[in-house]
């Protein structure tokens, strides 16, 4: 486990890391052999940004790609089954997060989601303001949004986050404003796993008289939630993060809040979202929701257990690594790490040659060679923040991958260390 002195530990200035040529190949490890024998074995570390489909998803869409291929508004045989099958999902949905069924409306996407969310309540009528409050931590899908407003005329307060990454619920009751009309908080980071004070802030809205979303793409399937239970009027989910298929996703609003349409076309979802919907999609997100409610206990906590093993090993094997977020408040699946003196890039791709799949950030910004913006709102060294991966674990992994992976980061992080010419061990830098 980190040392406490690394959690948000003030950073010298000799942390600068070069670019390094990883052209030489991955560091290859003896006895390491993929299942089957021959190839590189594959460890699947990077479920913050999509999970694999499971077989029961799978299975349970096959006839919607044969024979129920009927559109669910048809009012004919061929449509019937199809929207029995499509609201049948949707109320597999509600019991998960204990809301109705009418309060679901059924989106492509956690990103159109968020877009409905935050437009949906710019763009209705009668607003008092046009006043948004976030944080300086969300997904694009948020961020995006909220600066495209700001070229409409609206105003976004960017609510700062401490050291450790979380949002503190004082800094967003100061940010509001008599014309403020939406704080839209997240539920748990993407990168650091961070859990968000979100009872709290939303406490804090309702007493504003403001309405309250939250994004909850990452922390659904990993934290309980109930939708009773938070003082929430909005909240985003998204299928191919628990193991649905990718194209669907959905938006629960509370019954008497009004939300614009931001897609306009038929009368589907009862006018808050037109097209005709995603039926594949849609019936794999309410399967996954389906085994969600019967097996999300005993799952988080066997994937805490490799999380925590994974992570101790590494901190007892590897010198200087920094924890970037909180120790404890965060999802049970994700470790982000900076390896200082290592180029993030570097890592990743080495890691990637030798089968384990993590990531640098967000996959919505994994195009960028930028450090996070995320950890940089947390005041992170900007070098630091460089030279930092995401591990998130899920269903299917195992301790072989755990070792595995240890013993591959280990000799990659020794390997890169090596052609650095700014690092020294610990022991040589105490002589």
């Known amino acids: 486990m980190p040392h406490p002195g690394d959690v948000g530990r003030a950073r010298g200035e000799d942390r600068g890391v070069p670019r390094l040529d990883v ?39 096959q006839p919607f790609l044969g ?58 009528e009668g607003n008092g303001g046009k006043h948004i409050v976030t944080s300086a931590v969300e997904h694009p899908a948020i961020m995006n949004t909220c600066r495209f407003l700001e070229t409409r005329g609206y105003r976004v307060t960017y609510v700062p986050v401490n050291r450790q990454g979380i949002v503190e619920p004082d800094a967003v009751r100061a940010a509001i404003a008599k014309d403020t009309i939406l704080v839209s908080i997240m539920t748990a980071n993407n990168e650091t796993g961070c859990l968000m004070p979100i009872r709290e802030v939303g406490r804090i809205a309702r007493e504003a008289g403001v309405l309250m979303h939250t994004d909850a793409v ?29 194209g669907a996703g959905g938006l629960i609003v509370r019954k008497g809040v009004e939300i614009a349409a931001a897609i306009h076309g038929g009368h589907q979802e009862r006018g808050r979202r037109g097209g005709t919907e995603n039926v594949v999609g849609t019936v794999a997100m309410g399967k996954a929701f389906s085994i969600l409610r019967k097996e999300m206990d005993a799952e988080a906590a066997e994937v805490r257990r490799l999380r925590d093993t994974f992570e101790a090993e590494l901190f007892s094997r590897i010198p200087d690594l920094v924890l970037n977020g909180h120790p404890t408040l965060r999802l049970p699946n994700t470790v982000n790490l900076s390896f200082r003196f290592v180029e993030g890039e570097a890592l990743l791709l080495n890691l990637d040659m030798m ?31 460089q030279g930092a991966l995401r591990f998130s674990l899920g269903r299917g992994n195992t301790d072989d991958d755990v070792a595995y992976a240890v013993g591959a980061i280990e000799a990659v992080v020794e390997k890169l260390r090596a052609m650095s010419p700014l690092y020294h061990p610990r022991e040589a830098r105490a002589r």
């Open 218 to 246: 990452q922390a659904t399937g990993k934290v309980p939630l109930s939708w009773e239970d938070l003082p929430v009027d909005l909240l985003t989910f998204s299928g191919h993060k628990i193991n649905g298929i990718k």
């Open 23 to 61: 052209g030489g190949g991955p560091v290859r490890r003896t006895g390491r052999a993929a299942p089957g024998g021959g190839g590189v074995r594959k460890v699947y570390f990077d479920h913050n940004a999509t999970t694999p489909v499971h077989p029961e998803v799978a299975e349970a869409v």
């Open 67 to 124: 024979e129920l291929f009927g559109n669910p508004s048809s009012i004919h045989w061929a449509g019937r089954d199809v929207r029995k099958a499509v609201e049948d999902a949707r109320a597999e949905i509600a019991a998960f997060y204990g809301c109705r069924p009418l309060e679901i409306v059924l989106t492509s996407s956690g990103t159109e989601s968020d877009n409905l969310a935050v437009k949906g309540v710019a763009y209705r």
């Open 355 to 385: 089968g384990i799949a993590c990531s640098s950030g967000s996959a919505c910004t994994s195009g960028s060679l930028e450090a996070s913006p995320i950890l940089m709102a947390m005041g992170a060294d900007p070098t630091d923040a």
